[in-house]
Nanobody, 122 residues
Framework: VQLVESGGGSVQAGGSLKLSCAASDSTYRPYCMGWFRQSPGKEREAVAAHYTGTATTYVADSVKGRFAISEDKDKNVLYLQMSSLKPEDTGTYYC?????????????????WGQGTQVTVS
């Protein structure tokens, strides 16, 4: 399964972006999908996760109130709506899916990864 992100770009602080993630296999339905980000010199960190087909989500404290994760079940697309962006949100954003049940907290629990999409906030 390939995951493909889109929607990254460059914005000014306070702006918004909406990232999308689609699976190459439209029938692929993992228990969970998540968004991670990595900034230069930093470890990849979890941003948000979503139990597919449910309303259960997780959002990191650093982005709580500014980012929201959602899915379009009909299109099988995962979204990350980012608002009130800050320079520290700059990084490469990845969507990922585990092969185990649940949403692992650490990147090591995820098997499938997208290629990443760059977000730059100035």
């Amino acid at each position: 399964v390939q995951l493909v992100e889109s929607g990254g770009g460059s914005v000014q602080a306070g702006g918004s972006l909406k990232l999308s993630c689609a699976a190459s296999d439209s029938t692929y339905r993992p228990y969970c999908m998540g968004w991670f980000r990595q900034s230069p010199g930093k470890e990849r960190e979890a941003v948000a996760a979503h139990y597919t087909g449910t309303a259960t989500t997780y959002v990191a404290d650093s982005v709580k109130g500014r980012f929201a994760i959602s899915e379009d079940k009909d299109k099988n697309v995962l979204y990350l709506q980012m608002s009130s962006l800050k320079p520290e949100d700059t990084g490469t954003y990845y969507c990922a899916a585990p092969t185990v049940y649940g949403c692992p907290a650490h990147q090591s629990g995820y098997t499938y990864w997208g290629q990443g999409t760059q977000v730059t906030v100035s």
